[in-house]
């Protein structure tokens, strides 16, 4: 398997990928619930990201297959040190590639491409719900640093 930058003929698997992500982030709590175009905007989202100076969009790839995605971006921390952040916002292996060591090959990748790119501070955004995701980036030493808490109005 291989990580690298995406390109714009990886932007279908990549959305579809980016799908995924959400579909599993809405069977950990339903204020995540799917939009009916969720496809047609994470195409147009995937494309964006391929032209932004501050988004990353890595991929994985067995063969021609792309089997990973990791969508990231630079963001300025106005108020704290350190001041730029690459805040992890997608990241999805297809199951069948779990558990190979890939998701923390794909996470060093982002990492050090996030650091050329000016990030200080690494971190990733995941359901907090999703012990899985909070375990895997807990095991590399992340920590929770922010908690959101949601509801529907009434």
């Known amino acids: 398997m ?3 930058r995406a390109r714009r003929s990886d932007v ?3 959305a579809e990928l980016i799908v995924r992500t959400k579909r ?3 069977e950990f709590d339903p204020l995540f619930a799917l939009v009916p175009d969720a496809k047609a905007r994470a195409r147009k989202y995937a494309t964006s990201s391929l032209t932004s100076p501050q988004d990353l969009l890595l991929v994985a790839t067995d063969g021609e297959k792309v089997v ?5 971006e630079l963001r300025e921390r106005i108020f704290y040190k350190p001041h730029r952040e690459g805040l992890i916002t ?6 069948e590639f779990r558990r190979k ?3 923390a090959e794909m996470l060093q990748a982002a990492s050090r491409a996030l650091k050329k790119m ?6 990733g955004e995941v359901p907090s719900r999703n012990e899985i995701a909070m375990k895997f980036y807990a095991k590399r030493g992340f920590r929770p640093l ?9």
């Open 90 to 95: 997608d990241f999805y292996i297809l199951p």
């Open 24 to 26: 599993l982030n809405n």
């Open 68 to 72: 990973g995605v990791i969508r990231a």
């Open 118 to 123: 000016g990030a200080e501070i690494i971190v």
């Open 146 to 154: 922010v908690q959101l808490f949601g509801t529907s109005p009434q």
């Open 12 to 14: 279908p698997a990549v």
């Open 101 to 103: 060591a890939l998701g």
């Open 2 to 4: 291989k990580v690298r």
